[in-house]
């Protein structure tokens, strides 16, 4: 069957089932291309993907030899064009991907094409996780209310994912109610191994994706190469583009040792997230190996494979081995699908945790598991990881520490003082813990977490401890597997009685919607500037990002959430200090109630019944009756009814980039280091005197109804105006006060006044003016949050110059036609003394345009003083060039599929 060295299909015969097809590793191997047998697995797979969709044009044997020659320390100048198997969304990016459709088809139907030509190639799946918000808590009809509440709220978003649902053939949804996207991803999307009917015969192939979120990476656990895209690159996977992406580094991290007892996979994923953080990860493919890796359950590994993310990796990738195919028997796949996937990966010769010496890595990281202790991280990164004895000298510290080393500058005297509430018998003081949230995404996929929760929580119980009632606690499972389980053991009534009652399935807490606090809180927090405490089971601790207005939050395991509940403040040292009074009088300590491995290992067989799975995915949809009472719009273009939360997106309209310089711009912003997505697109909610709260009350909507700026993503007038919005985000144009503080919040500068971002945004649009925008180092940071892009677009933003830019927020604004450019050496907005009054020309953008060249950044001062430095571009790739020149992404494909010529090469 051999025709070339690149044409490797070959055949196989699992066993007990027909031969199949698949296109051979081993063969290249043997025909002696490249080094393949050295190659990171990671890399395999995806050479695999390109054998397999090599076609001479988007994919060609030049794209294979390059890949198959990967060598540890060659330069990452070769373009990658993956195609992936599906496509994964949560609803807040899922929304606005499925207006650009719908737009797309509007646009094919007013040229009077077919607008069934606009139709995902691949599956795509969207999971609805990220609405639910925590209103409701501490009570047996919370789930309910909270449901409710949700499907008030997002009735109109609901019924366009339904008209989605009939208008695109390869579209589905799973419900509110089910699941987070990861969770459900790895419990029941992920197959292992796809199939094709060709007609050589049944062809079989490795699960691939991207998907919405930048947590997609949890997949990477079972073996699946796939990692998180903004909307923008999603929506063209599913449209059949690749992927493109420059050959990355790969970095072995060998794991030797196993956990200690009393050690958690969250204090292991803390431990590696500031790990990694200092190896300078970014942008690589993270691969784990070792002898340590192969002790790690799959779900252990799915905690570390989630926050690459956090620790700046594109994967973190393990191979499969014998535990992937036991994870897949205990949660409910076939047996059949079982024994394909084994006989697949053998035969690939992928099968097994590689040891040290097997695999070359562009470099190796080590850690000894035996080394990790109970940990926490926080109060405004997930990288800054503290041991749990430290927990109260590093509050303490940083309570009066400055502003500038990150801290909350607080007098020193303060520390112990106590501030009363309009709440009788209810006083407040800095590190009090006002919300405690077992949130989805990290932790409530592994069950030995959970369990660990539910016991520390019986025995917490029985020893007469209780969670002050002020205090917001939370349980948000990552699926109603974990209800089950839970249940079965005995451990929901435990965790329940201490207020962590069943809030909802969903993201909850972690994103941002954990729901308001009490008034009386709020106000006190605002009156006495307290720095009140959120400590909760996630991976995101952005500012502002769990609530407005508290400014420590930290992330910690389940069981650690439940003990730091019960103890009330953050400022403690838990192996020292006591918990609580017990009924008998006699104080509590953690160690006391803490759970052996013993007793986790003897409730674990509840976690892991294959009959759970397969009734809980039999039909994702039964007992859903609120989704089921949501209407279904049909037709195969939508008509765009009037409504605040979707609307046609006007990104099809606008003009393509003019190869020339730009001149004349302004800075809107000037930002410094680790600028989040969620500062720049905040999800949470917002009040009425923002811009977009002032444009939804001109609609006529009510304060109450306003929801989130996540929940609004499908109508660009709300997301534009709150863009640059964030309640913490710190323009360094603005003045500070006598304080030596500076105005927070989305304020700028226009013309020496102080205004909003957006006025000021649509100002310069008025006057033809280009505006850019000046940050540090890790621009970008978090979620893969599309908007984040679009908005900047918007506002009328044509570049953006930083220190150094995060993977998928640098790729956004290539996607929406925003040109990223990066400070050479050690220049930077503070070396080059920008204050905002500055004109600007970044020079060199011609018709020439190649990746990574160096352009002239021109800044001439109020005063005359002209300023030349060089910057460097930061479009990639060759097909990014071509994204920038088309005006995005989007407008790129659309010409492509509808046959306009401007998209082909």
């Not at 073996?223 to 923008?232: F, M, S, Y």
């Not at 050959?247 to 991290?253: E, K």
């Not at 996630?538 to 395991?557: C, D, Q, T, V, W």
Request: proline content about 7%; glycine content about 10%.
């Amino acid at each position: 069957m051999l025709h070339s060295p690149f044409n490797t299909l070959s055949r196989f015969i699992p066993p007990g089932q027909p031969e199949a097809l698949f296109y051979s590793l081993p063969a290249l191997v043997a025909a002696d291309v490249g080094r393949v047998d050295r190659l990171p697995v990671s890399l395999r797979i995806v050479l695999e993907a390109l054998l397999r969709h090599c076609d001479g044009q988007r994919v060609s044997e030049r794209h294979i030899l390059e890949l198959a020659e990967w060598r540890p320390h060659s330069p990452r100048s070769d373009e990658i064009p993956f195609v992936v198997a599906r496509v994964v969304l949560q609803d807040f990016t899922g929304v606005p991907l499925l207006c650009d459709l719908a737009a797309m088809r509007h646009v094919a139907q007013t040229r009077g094409l077919d607008p069934r030509r606009i139709e995902p190639l691949v599956p795509v799946d969207l999971v609805v996780d990220h609405s639910v918000q925590v209103d409701h808590y501490g009570t047996p009809q919370a789930l309910q209310q909270n449901m409710t509440l949700e499907f008030t709220r997002n009735a109109e978003r609901y019924q366009f994912m339904k008209w989605g649902m009939q208008a695109f053939e390869t579209f589905r949804v799973v419900p509110p109610g089910v699941g987070i996207v990861h969770q459900v991803n790895l419990e029941h999307l992920f197959h292992g191994v796809r199939q094709q009917v060709t007609p050589q015969g049944r062809l079989c192939f490795p699960d691939t994706l991207v998907g919405t979120d930048s947590h997609t990476t949890m997949i990477n656990a079972v073996g699946v190469v796939g990692w998180g895209v903004g909307g923008i690159e999603a929506e063209a996977a599913m449209l059949g583009q690749p992927v493109y992406f420059l050959t990355p580094d790969v970095v072995g991290v060998e794991l030797t040792g196993c956990l200690r007892e009393g050690v958690t996979a969250t204090d292991l994923v803390l431990t590696v997230t500031e790990l990694l953080r200092r190896e300078k990860v970014v942008g690589t493919f993270v691969e784990y190996f070792g002898a340590g890796a192969s002790t790690l359950s799959v779900t252990d590994r799915a905690t570390l494979a989630n926050m690459a993310p956090e620790y700046g990796a594109t994967m973190g990738f393990f191979p499969v081995d014998e535990k992937t195919v036991s994870y897949m028997r205990s949660t409910g796949r076939s047996e059949d699908d079982c024994v394909l996937f084994e006989a697949y990966f053998r035969a690939q010769g992928l099968f097994g945790i590689p040891r040290a010496g097997e695999i070359d890595y562009s470099r190796t990281v080590h850690l000894d598991l035996a080394t990790i202790v109970p940990s926490l991280a926080g109060p405004k990164r997930p990288q800054d990881r503290i041991a749990l004895p430290e927990m109260a000298s590093r509050f303490n510290h940083l309570l009066s520490a400055p502003e500038s080393a990150d801290g909350f500058a607080r007098p020193a005297q303060s520390l112990h003082e106590r501030y009363p509430t309009d709440l009788p018998g209810i006083a407040l003081g800095h590190g009090d813990v006002l919300i405690a949230a077992i949130t989805s995404c990290t932790n409530t996929s592994n069950p030995v977490v959970m369990i660990a929760a539910g016991l520390l929580a019986r025995k917490a119980v029985g020893k007469g401890l209780r969670v002050a009632p002020h205090i917001k606690t939370s349980l948000a499972p990552g699926s109603r597997v974990v209800t089950d389980y839970l249940t079965s053991a005995g451990l929901l009534a435990p965790l329940a009685e201490l207020g962590f009652a069943l809030a909802g399935y969903g993201c909850t807490t972690c994103i941002g919607n954990a729901g308001d606090l009490q008034p009386a809180f709020n106000k006190a927090i605002a009156e006495h500037q307290l720095v009140a405490a959120a400590v909760l089971s996630g991976n995101r601790n952005f500012e502002a990002r769990i609530h407005p207005n508290l400014r420590a939050n930290y992330l910690a395991s389940p069981p650690l959430v439940v003990a730091f509940a019960i103890a009330g403040r953050v400022n403690i040292d838990l192996d020292s200090d006591a918990l609580g009074i017990g009924n008998d009088g006699q104080p509590v300590y953690l160690r006391d109630i803490w759970p052996t491995s013993d007793e986790i290992n003897a409730a674990l067989p509840f976690a892991l019944d294959p009959e759970t799975f397969r009734r809980r995915y039999a039909d994702v949809t039964a007992d859903q009756d609120l989704w089921k009472a949501i209407p279904a719009p049909a037709g195969e273009v939508y008509d765009w009814p009037p409504s605040t939360y979707i609307a046609r997106p006007p990104f099809f309209e606008l003009a393509e980039q003019a190869a020339g310089d730009i001149r004349g711009a302004r800075a809107l912003l000037i930002l410094g280091d680790s600028v989040t997505t969620d500062h720049i697109s905040p999800a949470g909610s917002f009040g009425e005197a923002t811009p977009a709260g002032t444009w939804l009350r001109a609609q006529g909507v009510s304060r109450a109804d306003f929801n989130s700026y996540g929940a609004r993503r499908g109508h660009h007038e709300v997301m534009m105006r709150g863009t640059f919005a964030n309640v913490r985000i710190r323009n360094l144009m603005l003045p500070v006060d006598a304080e030596g503080r500076r105005k927070e919040g989305g304020y700028t500068l226009l013309d020496g006044q102080q205004t909003t971002v957006f006025a000021a945004a649509m100002s310069y649009v008025e006057r033809g003016t280009p505006t850019i925008v000046v940050a540090g180092e890790e621009y970008g940071t978090g979620s893969s949050r599309d908007w984040a892009a679009k908005g900047t677009r918007l506002l009328g933003v044509r570049a953006v110059i930083a220190r150094s830019f995060e993977r998928i927020h640098r790729a956004n604004l290539v996607g929406m036609g925003v040109l990223p450019l990066q400070f050479i050496g050690d220049d930077s907005a503070t070396s080059l003394a920008l204050c905002g009054d500055e004109a600007f020309a970044i020079l060199g953008l011609g018709l020439g345009m190649i990746p990574m060249q160096q352009l002239t950044l021109v800044i001439e001062r109020a005063g005359g003083a002209r300023v030349e430095r060089p910057v460097l571009c930061r479009i990639d790739t060759p097909i990014e060039v071509r994204y920038y020149r088309s005006g995005g992404i989007l407008p790129f494909v659309l010409d492509e599929l509808l046959g306009n010529g401007k998209g082909n090469p």
